[in-house]
Nanobody, 128 residues
């Protein structure tokens, strides 16, 4: 059974940095869209960043561009989101997700339905 597990996260002050990682197990495809989403209390789940594990460009929501970086391991079994210059509005539960294997181009601002496997989420808190 496919499993995505987030790690990292935690609490930081405004301007600080955190890293959230995602370990992917039992996904039979090596090339897929690997994404990060987040959901703040009372808000809808929001796409944050995506990369295609087979290579290519990385995309980000405008609010995190130049602050967040999405990367993956060489074996494509893990990917992470390095977050810098964190702001209170970045506070949310962060979810990693793996896309459909037939999607070889990762959409910018994708709907959640583009992703078929999800982690349980990990909390990121940013205090002002």
């Amino acid at each position: 059974q496919v499993e995505l597990v987030e790690s990292g996260g935690g609490s930081v002050q405004t301007g600080g940095s955190l890293k959230v990682s995602c370990s992917v197990s039992n996904y039979p495809y090596v090339n897929y869209c690997a994404g990060w989403f987040r959901q703040a209390p009372g808000k809808e789940r929001e796409w944050v960043a995506t990369l295609y594990t087979g290579g290519g460009s990385k995309t980000y929501v405008d609010s995190v561009k130049s602050r967040f970086t999405i990367s993956r391991t060489l074996d494509k079994k893990s990917f992470w989101l390095q977050m810098t210059m964190l702001k209170p509005e970045d506070e949310a539960i962060y979810y990693c997700a793996a896309g459909r294997p037939d999607h070889t181009e990762c959409r910018d601002h994708p709907p959640v339905t583009d992703y078929i496997y999800w982690g349980r989420g990990i909390e990121v808190s940013v205090s002002s």
